[in-house]
């Protein structure tokens, strides 16, 4: 079965630059959802669509943004890079909500 | 305030050593209790989703039940292969956010 894809699984970015990450929900799913994870943390809600309208906000960084194309497929944008940001990024799909929540494989993006 | 918590943090099972994990919530409006099973560097996976209390799912080794105050997950017999970060989550109110337990890291010795 098709699972959630993200792109790049690796990144290495220098302070204050930025950085884009790409994911692309499962077909037919009309929700996409990201989420950060620190080392040995939890995922943390950052921000979710639904139908290419932004549902719910967590905490997510003023200088991170994010949008959900027509395509379904989701971008989240982070600027002004901090060493803090370093952190697994997941995305996750589901078709509306309540329903289940599928995690793509993440990104690992690491601040130098 | 909403809080999930889960025990223990961690748990060493021998291999065929049956045994249980708890994820304890306080949460207003809860639409649904899922558990996910965490590789190191992987993306949560998904197991069971739990929408009211009394429900149970079964899947191989591992079943889930809800009560209205906690979920347990259960593991009979399990194999080393079964060793991972176990993490519930609940959904609450109107929004979209999970909110998690903080795990239980399972290891299986052969």
């Known amino acids: 079965a098709a699972g959630v894809i993200q792109s790049p699984r690796h990144l290495i970015k220098e302070k204050r630059e930025t950085a884009t990450l790409k994911c692309y929900p499962i077909?037919?799913?009309?929700?996409v959802y990201w989420y950060q994870q620190g080392p040995g943390q939890d995922p943390q809600f950052l921000i979710s669509?639904?139908?290419?309208?932004?549902?719910d906000k967590g905490s997510i960084p003023d200088r991170f943004s994010a949008q959900q194309f027509s395509d379904y497929h989701s971008e989240l944008n982070m600027s002004s890079l901090e060493l803090g940001d370093s952190a697994l990024y997941f995305c996750?799909?589901?078709?509306?909500?309540?329903?289940?929540?599928?995690f793509g494989p993440g990104t690992r993006l690491t601040v130098l | 305030e909403d809080q999930v918590t889960q025990s223990p943090e961690a748990l060493r099972l021998q291999e065929g050593e049956s045994s249980s994990l708890n994820c304890s919530y306080t949460?207003?409006?809860?639409?649904?209790l899922f558990w996910y099973r965490q590789d190191p560097g992987k993306g949560p996976e998904f197991l069971f989703t739990?929408?009211?209390a009394g429900e149970e799912k079964e899947k191989e080794r591992l079943k889930a039940t809800l009560t209205k105050k906690e979920s347990f997950l259960h593991i009979t017999a399990p194999k080393p292969e079964d060793s991972a970060t176990y993490l519930c989550?609940?959904?609450?109110?109107?929004?979209?956010?999970?909110?998690f337990g903080g795990g239980t890291r399972l290891m299986v010795k052969p």
């Open positions: 669509f639904y139908e290419k309208m932004q549902s």
């Open positions: 996750a799909s589901s078709l509306s909500t309540p329903d289940t929540q599928y």
């Open positions: 949460v207003s409006g809860l639409r649904g």
């Open positions: 989550a609940a959904l609450r109110g109107a929004g979209n956010m999970l909110t």
């Open positions: 739990l929408y009211s």
């Open positions: 077909p037919r799913h009309d929700t």
